[in-house]
């Protein structure tokens, strides 16, 4: 079974950095693109960006773009989610998702529980 | 890059009640049109895929439609369970993805 699981909730002031985890099993990790979704407080979700673990090719959508880094360590069939300086705005629940076919363009059937991260001094 | 106009924002509905939701892609993205529900404090569920086709195990009230630039999600005979937000998301071969901003459905 394709699974995501993501690391726990987060609490930061702001200017801090973080880094968050989504550690995919049951399949081939390098293989198969993993997306980041930002989703505010009461708000839609929104599609950050996604990366290839296996050549490490990542795309950003143009709004996260310097915003954050997406990265993975193929070794821990992991891919993270990275701030160098966190804002207030950044306090969100961040969810992980995949294509359980392996195809980037499938639905990305496959999701982490979500990661909430709050930002306040 | 492409915009996803979804509408209604919200709506509320009977049970028994047919429920449409439409997405509008700002240029042709043919059937790259994916639809998720979203319970509160869950993660997404792919509902439809492609357009028109019904994921694995979602109940077949649930249909999509639609090609080119715009796009139904139609719930044949809404259920209590069904209460939830609703969003297109589009995809294209630049592996860029964009949602649309929700549709809340109620249930009256």
């Known amino acids: 079974e394709v699974q995501l699981v993501q690391s726990g909730a987060e609490v930061k002031k702001p200017g801090e950095s973080l880094k968050i985890s989504c550690k995919g099993s049951?399949?081939?990790?390098?293989?198969?693109?993993i997306g980041w979704v930002r989703q505010m407080p009461g708000k839609g979700l929104e599609w950050m960006g996604i990366i290839y673990p296996g050549d490490s090719d990542t795309r950003y959508t143009p709004s996260f773009q310097g915003q954050v880094t997406i990265s993975a360590d193929k070794s821990i069939s992991t891919a993270f989610l990275k701030w160098s300086s966190l804002k207030a705005s950044d306090t969100a629940m961040y969810y992980c998702?995949?294509?359980?076919?392996?195809?980037?363009?499938?639905?990305?059937?496959?999701w982490g529980q979500g990661t909430m991260v709050t930002v306040s001094s | 890059d492409i915009q996803m106009t979804q509408s209604p924002s919200s709506l509320s509905a009977s049970v028994g009640d047919r429920v449409t939701i439409t997405c509008q892609a700002s240029?042709?993205?043919?059937?790259?049109l994916n639809w998720y529900q979203q319970k509160p404090g869950k993660a997404p569920k792919v509902l439809i895929y492609d357009a028109s086709n019904l994921e694995t195990g979602v109940p077949s009230r649930f249909s999509g439609s639609g090609s080119g630039t715009d796009f139904t999600l139609t719930i044949s005979s809404l259920q209590p369970e069904d209460s939830a937000t609703y969003y297109c998301?589009?995809?294209?071969?630049?592996?860029?993805?964009?949602f649309g901003q929700g549709t809340k459905v109620e249930i009256k």
């Open positions: 049951g399949y081939s990790f390098t293989n198969y693109w």
């Open positions: 998702a995949t294509p359980s076919s392996g195809s980037v363009l499938d639905a990305f059937d496959v």
């Open positions: 240029q042709d993205i043919t059937n790259h």
């Open positions: 998301q589009q995809f294209d071969i630049l592996l860029t993805w964009t």
